[in-house]
């Protein structure tokens, strides 16, 4: 008997539940790594031109790199899509054009999609949007959404749109003076605008390897932390005291 293969929303659900997240949390993007010990991320300032890229070992192990001089409701609709190349796509090195919105191959369409679903399971999305929001489209409504889901504003609205809760014919008032009604209303500005410094960073099984092959005494503290320092982690090789 054939069986169908799985839709999106079911990929995406799939990777909620091996990371151990269940349809109504919001990503808590800082503990990735912790959930899945394969995963290396590393963020540093890109072109402009690219979003991130995803370098795979086996399925939901390599590297996902992010451009950390975007805003940040954009770089975690990245990381969402680039755990897509990871676990499902059988390219082991592909770099992502800055593109949230389209596509240039079906790919990166399912990509774009699975993100969606990843960072708002519909199940989810619909109950915070009954319960949390009272069911009202509001400018309030839809900045108190993408705060708790981390998403930006066109993120948002297309799956507003997608889920039928937002006529299409209405988004684009939805999509001007984002960042001033934001800060308006209290809300920090960093979803949504570019940073002044972009940081470079690598967190996950990498620094953990090196580190382990130092307490192991494979390599000398030199080359522990010339590898570090190749990470961006001069934190780990010049430690600050504790308090600074």
Do not use: W
Not at 17 to 33: E, G, M, T, V
Not at 170 to 197: D, H, M, W
Request: net charge negative.
């Amino acid at each position: 008997m054939k069986t169908s293969k799985p839709n999106i929303s079911d990929l995406a659900d799939k990777v909620r539940r091996l990371l151990n997240y269940d349809a109504n949390d919001p990503i808590d993007f800082s503990d990735l790594c912790s959930r899945n010990p394969n995963l290396t991320i590393v963020e540093r300032p890109f072109s402009d031109k690219t979003s991130g890229m995803c370098i795979k070992n086996e399925p939901g192990s390599g590297i996902i790199a992010i451009n950390s001089s975007m805003p940040l409701g954009r770089q975690h609709f990245t990381l969402a899509h680039e755990l897509y190349h990871l676990y499902f796509t059988e390219t082991p090195f592909i770099v992502c054009p800055d593109d949230e919105s389209s596509s240039q191959n079906d790919e990166e369409k399912k990509a774009n999609e699975f993100a969606m679903f990843f960072l708002m399971p519909n199940y989810g999305f619909y109950g915070y949007f009954e319960d949390m929001c009272g069911g009202a489209l509001t400018i309030d409504t839809i900045l108190k959404m993408e705060h708790y889901y981390q998403v930006s504003r066109r993120a948002l609205l297309s799956k507003l749109c997608f889920l039928k809760l937002l006529d299409p014919v209405y988004k684009e008032q939805f999509l001007v003076n984002i960042v001033r009604t934001a800060s308006e209303k209290g809300y920090p500005k960093n979803l949504y605008q570019s940073p002044c410094f972009a940081q470079s960073t690598t967190y996950g099984k990498y620094v953990a390897l090196v580190n382990d092959l130092f307490s192991r005494g494979v390599i000398s503290k030199q080359k522990r932390d010339e590898l570090l320092l190749d990470a961006y982690r001069d934190d780990i090789v010049f430690p600050q005291p504790e308090g600074k």
